[in-house]
């Protein structure tokens, strides 16, 4: 059974940073993808960034390119998203989300993984 567990949300101020982990467990973490995405307050769950543990390719969304960085320890079965320069709209329920590596593909963007976490909240304030 697949088993996503995040931590490290929070609050913080517009233009401070956090570091979300997820670990991972119940299946082999170099068969998957890994992805983190978030859910602002009424809105649909976007996805924020994936990695794919078969070829290491990694891809994130528009709004968070140069301020987020995804990141595992295969050792570990842990998924890191560091981010920085925080903005109010980065607000949301942060999930963690495994599912086949070829979900994390540019023409699979968006598309929902079938595995999440509980979520992790995420307030930025300005």
């Known amino acids: 059974e697949v088993q996503l567990v995040e931590s490290g949300g929070g609050l913080v101020q517009t233009g401070g940073s956090l570091r979300l982990s997820c670990a991972a467990s119940?299946?082999?973490?170099?068969?998957?993808?890994i992805g983190w995405f978030r859910q602002a307050p009424g809105k649909a769950r976007d996805e924020v960034s994936c990695?794919?543990?078969?070829?290491?390719?990694?891809f994130y969304a528009d709004s968070v390119k140069g301020r987020f960085t995804i990141s595992t320890d295969n050792a570990k079965n842990m998924v890191y998203l560091e981010m920085n320069n925080l903005k109010p709209e980065d607000t949301g329920v942060y999930y963690c989300?495994?599912?086949?590596?070829?979900?994390?593909?540019?023409?699979?963007?968006?598309?929902?993984?079938?595995?999440y976490g509980q979520g992790t909240q995420v307030t930025v304030s300005s």
């Open positions: 990695i794919n543990s078969n070829d290491g390719s990694i």
């Open positions: 119940g299946f082999t973490f170099d068969d998957y993808a």
């Open positions: 989300a495994a599912d086949d590596p070829s979900l994390c593909d540019r023409d699979y963007w968006g598309i929902a993984f079938g595995s």
